[in-house]
């Protein structure tokens, strides 16, 4: 049996699979601390519980954050602060009683709708986030994209005073800061200025606002990746609970932004969920068999 992870900043989950191409049976998941020891557990607790009396031949899974090179060890995380230079890697293995191969929380939900979801079909894929942070990688070929630290597009720093939206005011916290797009489009920041949940959050205008910085953080994504297409997840555009950012109106912002290519790339919401990270796991558990 095979054990699938994603550690993200609010919720873990954790799945089994048979032969790393269908979930076996329903995944658990319970909410993410800021203790690596008593999650990391949790995990292999879970994963016990998954696999029943089976043994485990190896595990996958993404986290929240910056990893090494070995892909072994957080070396930042916004939302795992107290985990950051722990030895991650080695808690899940002795856990779990088999290799572990680690990879960023987004890249693998990326990857996961390369091959099962979204962005199926396209050599050049771009995959973003918009949750509790804001995270984005781009998949190519099939295979998560090198890069020495990963890709954090989520932190690159914007003027959110454009065109598209020149009445978009920085919240006065953060006036004198080097503001980036998670600290103005991710839950966390909407609900920094409303002191509610995203999905409680009625304003139309600060979904007006949010869709227009993430159409300036994707224009810059943009023309740095040149994608084939580009897939949208996390709860602030795909949510069940309430309002989320309107695709029709991230499109038109990017219209008129993007003037150096001449037409933008498909773009489509993600369609695996939740579970997104557990399908990347699976497809980087095939690409290793």
Wanted: proline share 4%; hydrophobic share 40%; charged share 20%.
């Amino acid at each position: 049996m095979y054990i699938l992870f994603d550690i993200g900043g609010s919720k873990t989950r954790v799945a089994a699979s048979n032969d790393c191409h269908e979930l076996q049976g329903d995944p658990i998941v319970f909410d993410s601390t800021s203790n690596l020891e008593a999650d990391t557990k949790r995990i292999a607790d879970a994963a016990r519980t998954l696999v029943g009396g089976h043994g485990i031949t190896a595990a996958a899974g993404g986290v929240a954050g910056v990893l090494d090179h070995k892909h072994r060890t957080l070396l930042r995380s916004p939302n795992k602060t107290e985990w950051i230079g722990k030895p991650l890697a080695e808690h899940l293995e002795k856990g779990l009683g088999a290799p572990v191969f680690l990879e960023n929380d987004t890249d693998m939900a990326g990857l996961g709708e390369a091959h099962a979801g979204a962005g199926q079909g396209y050599e050049i894929v771009v995959y973003l986030s918009v949750s509790t942070g804001i995270g984005g990688g781009r998949i190519v070929g099939g295979m998560i994209d090198t890069a020495r630290f990963g890709f954090e597009p989520g932190h690159q720093i914007i003027n959110p005073h454009c065109r598209v939206c020149p009445d978009c005011v920085v919240p006065s916290a953060e006036i004198d800061k080097c503001v980036d797009l998670e600290g103005l489009a991710s839950g966390t920041a909407l609900g920094k200025r409303t002191g509610k949940k995203p999905y409680e959050v009625t304003d139309k205008q600060e979904w007006h606002r949010i869709a227009s910085w993430l159409a300036i953080g994707l224009n810059n994504t943009l023309v740095h990746w040149s994608p084939d297409a580009i897939v949208l997840g996390g709860s602030m555009v795909c949510g069940m609970k309430g309002p989320v950012v309107s695709l029709d109106e991230i499109k038109r912002h990017l219209r008129e932004l993007l003037t150096i290519f001449p037409d933008l790339p498909d773009i489509h919401l993600a369609q695996l969920g939740d579970f997104g990270g557990l399908y990347g796991a699976m497809t980087r558990l095939r690409q290793d068999m």
